[in-house]
């Protein structure tokens, strides 16, 4: 048994369960006892939390998350240290990892793989902005929700770029089928490695196929460095030569032809999403282009793993193909040169220059402080005058200006000057100066629909602050961004405030329903709408004419809210029930069958009406059956309907069964001929209760698209 099971942190981090095992750390499940909620607990390993280098690998995972807080990144609640152990406590994610759902499903529909790649490189940008890179982006360490939300995690190699300087010597960890080529040669890295590892990424989940492989590390890091991947379309001939170029480019070996940001990318794939025709002309035929044959320094000495500080390696041999697989993470190190002697002397050099330039300044200022000669000239202050208005003014001087963006000065100021106030110059001389451009203008992002974590994230990246404004909404789900102020598309100043508007759910004003009895299934829709409640039409067997109501489940006058879902059962035209409620609303079901009663055959069987809910974006016509998971037998009838109908809301099936049964439904579009698992559920015929489980409102899409490929 593991012994960190029922250990208590911090006197308020009770581990609950092991949840996975790492290469340098556990994760467990845990309790947070002070807030009584679920959470997730990194726990370094034994081995590692006496080595230094691991305990600071560690730490600079909860310190690169700290400071990020965005809806695609996990959240870190707390670090800690307890006797031997490292910990960091962090929100439990429920889901898969991304590469766990490309094994599944095998080639990812484009639409999916846009939508979980922007979500990825909008997190990336934040982290970008906040001088951290990843540098261990893979599919392993994405997590996939089952809404659809992506979350990057693992920040243990992050690399604080702005506050650590980097070498070519650096330790450069991350898995090899995701390393750039300069991350593999162990060379400097920088926000255009992380976006390479995303290209890889969306190579993968658009092929199928990782676009490097081999033997060995070694061998598919070579390939990074020196191939050229293979066409994305050579593997599906139906892929977008807009997306294909995405891919491609982000991919590119020299970190100049990259994306040279997440939110370039991220620009790139909103345009294809509008347009799938267009073409950006970043890439032409052939890929391939002639590369220099001489060796590159490469990380992985030949043969030979290098031992570290921070750990002891007892096979000399690079592993085999049985020995490694897509998880494992991989050592990358360049050769080390003694540099000391040439630094030591460089760096005395340079302190007896400074020392000699140092002294000079002092006595050539203070033997400058008048001028000297009639062509010597005393700088004034320039700052704070317009630019046109000083050169009029300062005649004597040439002032050669350079642009920036500035809050505090108006377009046209001067806001810093190149020879300081009260400095002897030159007549004539060229001065440099700094002009204001203003404030930067940047237009406000189109967010109406959006969640609200999305549209903030959204604002973040183009440096504007947001004020949050609750409002009713009838058609825009609670949390979903009604509308802004200004709208969208607007150019405002960098650091504007924006006003957005968050729907708080449809109004709670009453209403009464009306008594549609006997109407046109069009005729009950049209005045359910106009009391403000959402009609869902369910057809049954009826002697009464086609398309005719024959009851409703609230019956006329009763007080409900708004956007409350009426139900009204429509004749079919070809049964003899006239009326399946009675005047309470209730169901009335057959007498034999109420209390689990005997079926035609003999058979003994209870019935249960289960609930499937629709999604709000499903529009096209699908059908339903519930089988047993266990012998595939169908437990409903097979069900048809038009999602538009019901988008939002949900639809009922009667299932019959005895005893407790897991049942599965599932889903077919007949335009496209593709079916798929949309949800399991535990039903129990004893008492008539029944549990959803594992619900994908991914299904209705997944279905749609993949009959287009």
Same mark, same amino acid.
């Given at each position: 048994m593991d012994n960190m099971i029922g250990l208590r942190l911090d006197g308020r981090y009770e581990i609950i369960d092991?949840?996975?095992?790492?290469?340098?750390?556990?994760?467990?499940?845990?309790?947070?006892?002070?807030?009584?909620?679920?959470?997730?607990?990194?726990?370094?390993?034994?081995?590692?939390?006496?080595?230094?280098?691991?305990?600071?690998?560690?730490?600079?995972?909860?310190?690169?998350?700290?400071?990020?807080?965005?809806?695609?990144?996990?959240?870190?609640?707390?670090?800690?240290?307890?006797?031997?152990?490292?910990?960091?406590?962090?929100?439990?994610?429920?889901?898969?990892?991304?590469?766990?759902?490309?094994?599944?499903?095998?080639?990812?529909p484009w639409r999916e793989c846009v939508h979980y790649t922007i979500q990825i490189l909008r997190a990336l940008q934040l982290a970008h902005d906040r001088g951290i890179i990843h540098r261990d982006i893979k599919p392993q360490n994405i997590m996939k929700l089952s809404d659809g939300t992506i979350k990057v995690m693992d920040f243990g190699i992050a690399n604080f770029s702005r506050q650590t300087p980097q070498n070519t010597g650096e330790k450069t960890m991350g898995s090899v089928h995701y390393v750039s080529p300069e991350q593999a040669r162990g060379e400097r890295t920088d926000e255009r490695s992380d976006i390479y590892s995303v290209g890889v990424i969306m190579y993968e989940m658009l092929t199928g196929r990782k676009p490097f492989d081999g033997e060995t590390p070694v061998s598919?890091?070579?390939?990074?460095?020196?191939?050229?991947?293979?066409?994305?379309?050579?593997?599906?001939?139906?892929?977008?030569?807009?997306? %294909? +170029?995405? &891919?491609?480019?982000?991919? !590119?070996? *020299?970190? $100049?032809?990259? #994306?040279?940001?997440?939110?370039?990318?991220?620009?790139?794939?909103?345009a294809f999403k509008q347009d799938q025709s267009i073409v950006f002309g970043y890439t032409s035929e052939p890929v391939s282009r002639p590369r220099s044959k001489k060796k590159l320094p490469f990380a992985f000495p030949a043969g030979r793993?290098?031992?570290?500080?921070?750990?002891?390696?007892? %096979? +000399?041999? &690079?592993?085999?193909?049985? !020995?490694? *697989?897509? $998880?494992?993470? #991989?050592?990358?190190?360049?050769?080390?040169?003694?540099?000391?002697?040439?630094?030591?002397?460089?760096t005395t050099v340079t302190v007896m220059i400074v020392a000699v330039l140092f002294v000079a300044h002092v006595v050539l200022s203070s033997l400058?402080?008048?001028?000297?000669?009639?062509?010597?000239?005393?700088?004034?202050?320039?700052?704070?005058?317009?630019?046109?208005?000083a050169r009029a003014q300062y005649p004597d001087i040439q002032l050669v200006a350079s642009e920036e963006y500035n809050s505090e000065y108006p377009s046209g100021v001067i806001i810093e000057q190149g020879k300081a106030e009260g400095r002897i110059v030159k007549k004539g001389s060229a001065i440099t100066v700094i002009v204001s451009k203003g404030t930067r203008s940047v237009t406000v992002p189109d967010v109406v629909n959006y969640h609200f974590n999305s549209a903030s994230a959204a604002l973040d990246g183009e440096n504007l602050k947001y004020l949050r404004i609750e409002t009713e909404s009838d058609d825009i789900a609670a949390e979903y961004v009604v509308r802004t102020d200004p709208e969208a598309y607007t150019s405002v100043?960098?650091?504007?405030?924006?006003?957005?508007?968050?729907?708080?759910?449809?109004?709670?004003?009453?209403?009464?329903?009306?008594?549609?009895?006997?109407?046109?299934?069009?005729?009950?829709?049209?005045?359910?709408?106009?009391?403000?409640?959402?009609?869902?039409?369910?057809?049954?067997?009826?002697?009464?004419?086609?398309?005719?109501?024959?009851?409703?489940n609230i019956i006329e006058g009763e007080v409900v809210t708004r956007n409350t879902v009426v139900t009204i059962y429509v004749s079919d035209g070809n049964g003899t029930v006239s009326d399946p409620f009675d005047d309470t609303g209730d169901i009335d079901l057959p007498e034999n069958l109420e209390q689990g009663g005997v079926l035609p055959g003999g058979q003994t069987q209870s019935y249960v009406v289960v609930r499937v809910d629709i999604p709000a974006s499903a529009s096209n016509t699908y059908s339903i059956v519930l089988e047993n998971?266990?012998?595939?037998?169908?437990?409903?009838?097979?069900?048809?309907?038009s999602a538009s109908n019901y988008a939002g809301s949900y639809i009922?099936?009667?299932?019959?069964?005895?005893?407790?049964?897991?049942?599965?439904?599932?889903?077919?579009?007949?335009?496209?001929?593709?079916?798929?698992?949309?949800?399991?559920?535990?039903?129990n015929f004893e008492d008539g209760s029944w549990v959803c489980k594992n619900y994908s409102s991914f299904a209705f899409a997944l279905i749609d698209v993949n009959g287009l490929f």
């Open positions: 092991r949840l996975g095992i790492g290469g340098m750390s556990d994760v467990y499940i845990g309790r947070d006892i002070m807030e009584n909620r679920s959470v997730a607990v990194k726990i370094l390993k034994a081995e590692f939390s006496s080595n230094a280098e691991f305990v600071r690998c560690f730490r600079n995972e909860s310190k690169a998350i700290a400071v990020l807080s965005h809806p695609n990144i996990v959240k870190i609640f707390d670090v800690g240290h307890e006797k031997d152990l490292e910990f960091i406590v962090m929100e439990r994610i429920e889901g898969i990892t991304l590469k766990e759902y490309i094994d599944q499903v095998g080639i990812v598919v890091a070579l390939k990074h460095m020196n191939e050229e991947p293979v066409r994305p379309s050579e593997y599906v001939s139906t892929m977008y030569k807009g997306l %294909e +170029e995405i &891919i491609l480019r982000a991919m !590119e070996k *020299d970190p $100049d032809q990259r #994306y040279q940001s997440a939110t370039g990318m991220i620009g790139d794939i909103e793993r290098r031992k570290t500080a921070a750990q002891e390696y007892v %096979e +000399e041999d &690079i592993p085999s193909q049985e !020995e490694y *697989d897509d $998880d494992e993470d #991989y050592e990358i190190e360049e050769p080390r040169h003694n540099y000391i002697l040439p630094i030591l002397t460089a400058k402080t008048a001028p000297s000669s009639s062509n010597d000239y005393t700088m004034p202050s320039l700052i704070g005058l317009n630019f046109y208005d100043e960098e650091g504007s405030t924006v006003k957005v508007y968050v729907s708080i759910g449809p109004s709670t004003e009453d209403t009464t329903v009306p008594d549609v009895k006997g109407r046109t299934v069009s005729e009950a829709e049209d005045m359910l709408k106009a009391a403000y409640l959402v009609p869902k039409v369910q057809y049954i067997e009826s002697s009464e004419p086609l398309d005719t109501v024959v009851s409703q998971t266990q012998n595939g037998e169908a437990m409903s009838e097979s069900v048809f309907f009922e099936i009667p299932v019959y069964g005895s005893g407790s049964v897991e049942l599965s439904a599932r889903l077919k579009s007949p335009r496209t001929g593709m079916y798929t698992q949309l949800a399991q559920y535990d039903v």
